[in-house]
């Protein structure tokens, strides 16, 4: 065999082994390619919410819930406190801030402008704290403390309208920062405290048990059977739910979705308890992309209300 049939005989071959490969691996793309959007049904982006619970009564500036203080420690009464925003320092020369920790929340008392908690940011000196929120400037002779807190857990007054943190200026939103419709539901943990103090001066906190649910003007849907879904829909008697009827995202990058739960007060609905009482409430929200969420996470078919997703 001549050297010239050889070679083109090589040639030959290695020309279909090429075109072999070729055929394989675009065969092999396509049936991939195939097979990945085919199962793909799901929406690219995150789901994110938040909630904002606070008091407004309708006069003062609006102010945040707080949380249940279960104890107090390092206190400082009637001493000389100077507040400077600019630095976001609080100081006094009669403050020993050795039992202070940063992140631990300290309550102010006694001021004409800061009074409040705050969180603590640095302590730069044994004189002076560093917080995270706007104070006002001011010296004044006051009260400074930290305190710890039931994490989660606000604190209602149920006692007296007008007083701070009262049950008919409770509000409550949820804010949606998603950039995918999202569906969100909410569970509320209610709890009716007695607190006294006996003869020798000890508080004694008792959980109280009530049935049903504190009356809070929620925002339910009127009429259930409305085709308008832009409400929230009561299944607390089902599986302790309140769920927003309507799939949202946020309005854009900068801005979020408000949706109010609870932003009115009927007063019709609710009555004063005696000196002592307080209710302690807590909630958690949930939230889940509404492709393939309810039924995926939540492991819910078809909406409480009826309906498909």
Do not use: C, H
Not at 33 to 42: E, I, K, P, V
Not at 254 to 281: C, H, K, R, V, W
């Amino acid at each position: 065999m001549g050297i010239e049939v050889m070679r083109k005989k090589v040639f030959l071959s290695m020309l279909i082994l090429v075109v072999t490969i070729s055929l394989f691996v675009i065969s092999s793309l396509a049936y991939f390619t195939d097979l990945f959007l085919g199962n793909f049904n799901g929406e690219m982006g995150f789901v994110d919410v938040d909630v904002i619970a606070y008091f407004d009564d309708g006069v003062n500036d609006p102010y945040l819930a707080q949380e249940v203080v279960t104890g107090t420690f390092n206190k400082s009464t009637g001493i000389s406190l100077t507040f400077t925003n600019s630095t976001g320092t609080i100081y006094s020369a009669s403050m020993d801030t050795s039992g202070f920790t940063v992140g631990d929340t300290v309550r102010v008392t006694g001021t004409a402008n800061n009074n409040g908690r705050y969180t603590i940011d640095s302590i730069p000196n044994s004189t002076s704290i560093v917080v995270s929120e706007t104070l006002t400037d001011e010296t004044v002779t006051a009260n400074i403390e930290g305190i710890y807190t039931k994490t989660g857990v606000y604190y209602v007054d149920i006692v007296s309208d007008g007083n701070t943190y009262y049950f008919g200026d409770f509000r409550m939103y949820i804010n949606v920062y998603s950039n995918v419709d999202t569906y969100i539901r909410v569970i509320i943990y209610e709890q009716l405290t007695l607190t006294y103090t006996d003869y020798q001066g000890q508080v004694t906190e008792l959980s109280i048990l009530f049935d049903g649910y504190m009356p809070f003007d929620y925002n339910f849907d009127p009429n259930p059977l409305d085709t308008e879904n832009e409400y929230w829909d009561d299944n607390r008697e089902s599986d302790y739910y309140i769920y927003y009827k309507t799939a949202v995202q946020r309005q854009d990058e900068f801005t979020p979705t408000e949706i109010p739960l609870i932003s009115t007060f009927d007063p019709e609905n609710f009555s004063t308890y005696t000196a002592g009482y307080s209710l302690q409430i807590a909630f958690s929200v949930e939230a889940v992309q509404s492709v393939g969420g309810p039924e995926n996470v939540w492991n819910l078919t078809n909406p409480p209300w009826g309906g498909d997703w």
